[in-house]
């Protein structure tokens, strides 16, 4: 039997959990054990999902400190971050709380004689979540928490690198729920591909590549499937901008935990005269952000999840100009310093991949417009940071972005869970998640005919 194995990246030699993984057959058969689950959970009414899950955010908020201080030592979450995180998860479960009792349906008059159309919106089933370890419990629970809502049994595959945190996570979902209606598949690909060809409704988040193979494994089923993957998110600041704020918020999204988000900002286009006072302003806020133990409360860049990790990233910044940080510690913890490189070649690591680390490019650009152009140029497009005090230049750039998020004098890190979450290109696939979006994704429109029996 293979097992899952975490570390606590800031102390390697600390083995955080050791868990069998399930392997290909008993993750299939969890999927099915679920099913039979689901028929009863979506019976149970509106009010009987509603306070579950109100319930399942009171229990996370009861252990908000335990959940935080595992996410420290887990996945190597500075523990501010980690309990930003706890906060958050609480309140995405009380938002999906209220949600049973929307409106599932309209009614409309018949084209012809006495009746009514309807519309109604019913679950799919069993919704297989599949996700990675750098959220490790908002992203299971901005995807369990609709589908639940929705009426549907979920089975979770989480991360193995976040394996203890899912577990933990699990018992607190599963204690007001009944029984069979959230499960929990340990294990990585293996177990993965066995959630994606048996569930009804599959959920992805993680890289680019993975989220590939999954879509296209859902979509030869003709099963519903959105994949949320990587980013190479931009901030473009403006010579009217406040440098030294901008500079502050992009630092933040550059090197807060380690770069290791989806939104974390990888490129910094300077336009004109903002060069020369970002270069000296950013390079100055990256060199004072804290680095280091992650739970000590003012770190802000904690280590990489791993020592691939941390390798990948020392070869990410080869053949460019060193503005700030550029180097990685040795053993024990697998940190790095906030780096900020210029003078990148064109079609570099940095300017086409994901590194997700703390590490960004400072890039010129003469104008706004070819600011815009170097934005667009990558495969992805999940969120964009523009910085300026001219009005005219952020309705420019929210037209001409081809980005799924744009914030303007906010970082490109940390958007809202309560409107719809995803990106362009190969950053995202399918429909949104989070927000209300995420209910029609948990769902299917039915269409009913009710005509009278008799008609006179
Ligand atoms: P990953 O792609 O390695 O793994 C994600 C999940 O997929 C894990 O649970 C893994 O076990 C599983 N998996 C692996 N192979 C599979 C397969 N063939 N079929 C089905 N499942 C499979 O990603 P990761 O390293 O855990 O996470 C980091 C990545 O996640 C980064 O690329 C980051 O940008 C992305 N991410 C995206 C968002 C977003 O919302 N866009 C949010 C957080 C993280």
Not at 147 to 169: D, F, H, Q, Y
Request: charged residues 15%; hydrophobic residues 45%.
């Amino acid at each position: 039997m293979t097992t899952v194995v975490s570390h606590n990246p800031a102390e390697p030699s600390d083995l955080v959990v050791e868990a069998p993984a399930a392997g290909a057959f008993a993750a299939a058969e969890v999927v099915e054990r679920t099913r039979t689950a689901q028929p009863g959970w979506l019976l149970g009414g509106a009010a009987a999902r509603s306070a579950a899950l109100t319930a399942i955010a009171g229990a996370i908020e009861a252990a908000a400190d335990e959940l935080s201080a595992l996410a420290v030592r887990e996945v190597g979450k500075p523990v501010t971050e980690a309990r930003a995180e706890v906060a958050r998860t609480a309140a995405i479960w009380r938002y999906y709380a209220q949600l049973p009792y929307d409106p599932v349906g309209e009614v409309h008059e018949p084209a012809a004689g006495p009746g009514l159309l309807l519309t109604r919106r019913r679950p799919h089933g069993v919704a297989g979540l599949i996700t990675p370890w750098n959220f490790p419990y908002a992203i299971p629970s901005w995807k369990a928490a609709p589908a639940l809502a929705a009426g549907n049994a979920v089975v979770l595959k989480p991360a193995p690198e976040a394996t203890a945190c899912a577990l933990r996570l699990a018992e607190l979902i599963q204690q007001p729920l009944p029984k069979g209606v959230f499960t929990v598949v340990t294990g990585g690909a293996t177990e993965g591909r066995a959630v994606t060809s048996t569930a009804d409704v599959v959920s992805f988040t993680g890289s680019t590549v993975t989220g590939g193979a999954v879509v296209r494994a859902a979509t030869w089923r003709g099963i519903p499937v959105q994949a949320e993957m990587g980013g190479l998110n931009a901030a473009i600041v403006l010579p009217d901008a406040d440098i030294s704020a901008a500079a502050g918020q992009i630092a933040a999204a550059i090197a807060g935990y380690a770069g290791q988000k989806c939104t974390a900002t990888s490129r910094v286009i300077a336009v004109g005269a903002a060069l020369g006072p970002l270069r000296e302003a950013l390079s100055e806020a990256l060199r004072a952000l804290p680095v280091g133990d992650p739970g000590e409360p003012a770190t802000v860049c904690g280590p990489l999840i791993s020592s691939a990790a941390r390798d990948r990233l020392l070869r990410s910044w080869e053949s460019a100009s060193v503005l700030a940080g550029g180097t990685v510690s040795e053993a024990p913890g697998w940190y790095a310093a906030p780096t900020l490189v210029e003078k990148v070649p064109v079609g570099h690591t940095l300017l086409r991949e994901e590194v997700f680390g703390p590490v960004a490019a400072l890039l010129p650009a003469q104008d706004l417009a070819h600011a815009v152009r170097i934005t667009n140029s990558v495969p992805y497009g999940l969120v964009t940071s523009v910085h300026t005090a001219d009005l005219d230049t952020a309705l420019y750039g929210l037209d001409q972005l081809d980005t799924g998020m744009i914030r303007m004098n906010a970082p490109s890190t940390g958007v809202d869970f309560h409107l719809p979450f995803g990106g362009a290109k190969a950053s995202s696939h399918g429909p949104r998640e989070q927000g209300r979006a995420a209910l029609e994704f948990y769902s299917t429109g039915r269409t009913y005919t009710l005509a009278p029996a008799k008609t006179t």
